[in-house]
């Protein structure tokens, strides 16, 4: 059986929502988007090198996987974060989508439609899946008791609004 890792960039206060850029996630007039950008540096970027040494695929929402699928295959492969895009280019990217309505052409692309799809694949052999971003994705795994560990990386910012990476009520619960 997989594990599945819940990995997430989160401010002080919490909220998980846009951080690599402004036009990434504006619901509900969110105007920080790209807030972890000035906090990038070697050492954060060899944290998030750590969460992905292990063989692994992504497990994504709807919105993050079409923010990514925009994204990570343009990416030039020699660039600094090169390695992250030709990782996310030969790994398989399950992403959940209630509706199906999303496209699925990023090369090793699988669409799960809830999760009862996610407990069949956590099930099956293979690496562990790890999600990025993906709120209301990680509050359903939350939720259904499917989140195995945590890697969650602390920003020194408050933002005082937006997506949280736990929903008010989450249940009491610890994670390795």
Known sequence: MRKIIVGAQVS???VMQAPGGPWEDPTKGF??????MPHLDDV?????????????????GRKTYEIFAAYWPYYDES???????????????????RSGEVDTSWQGS???H????????????????V????????HALLENDLVDAMSIFTVPVVLGRG??????????????
């Not at 998030?48 to 992504?58: A, S």
């Not at 090169?82 to 992403?95: D, M, S």
């Open 31 to 36: 105007t920080f988007g790209g807030w972890v």
């Open 110 to 112: 699988v669409l799960l």
């Open 44 to 60: 954060f970027g060899e944290e998030i090198d750590r969460v992905f040494t292990e063989k692994c695929d992504l497990l994504l």
């Open 131 to 138: 999600t990025q971003g993906s709120t209301e994705l990680v």
């Open 114 to 129: 809830d999760i009862a799809d996610v407990k069949r694949v956590r099930k099956e052999d293979g690496p562990n899946l």
């Open 163 to 176: 997506k949280k990476l736990f929903a008010d009520g989450s249940a009491p619960h610890a994670y390795s």
């Open 79 to 97: 660039a600094p974060q090169g390695r992250i895009a030709t990782l996310f280019k030969n790994i398989k990217k399950y992403v959940v989508s």
């Open 12 to 14: 002080m206060d919490g």
